[in-house]
Nanobody, 121 residues
């Protein structure tokens, strides 16, 4: 499985960009996909995760109400829709996937995109 990201870049506060992650390959029926981010000097943290087993999307408290997760099964693409960006959203954003259920622990995710930088200033 390969995850290929696009989007990101330098944006201004209040902007609403969208990150895309194209999934190449397939998973067993039950898997977890989503987005993490890592700011300079900080740990990688969950932003949004979707479980195919439960059909539930979980959004991190820090971005709830501003970010949403979506996916297009026809094109095997997942998205992170970001609204009203703030300077504290500046980070490297990664799409990730794993077999089985979701967890907030990034070390358990086997598949990662290359990362895309989002800088808000």
């Amino acid at each position: 499985v390969q995850l290929v990201e696009s989007g990101g870049g330098s944006v201004q506060p209040g902007d609403s960009p969208r990150l895309s992650c194209s999934v190449r390959g397939s998973f067993d029926t039950r898997y977890c996909m989503g987005w993490f981010r890592q700011a300079p000097g900080k740990e990688r943290v969950r932003v949004a995760l979707f479980s195919t087993g439960t059909g539930i999307t979980v959004i991190a408290d820090a971005v709830r109400g501003r970010f949403t997760y979506s996916r297009d099964n026809a094109t095997n693409t997942q998205y992170l829709n970001m609204n009203d960006l703030k300077p504290e959203d500046t980070a490297m954003y990664y799409c990730a996937a794993k077999q089985g259920g979701c967890t907030v622990r990034p070390d358990v995710f086997r598949y990662w995109g290359q990362g895309t930088q989002v800088t808000v200033s």
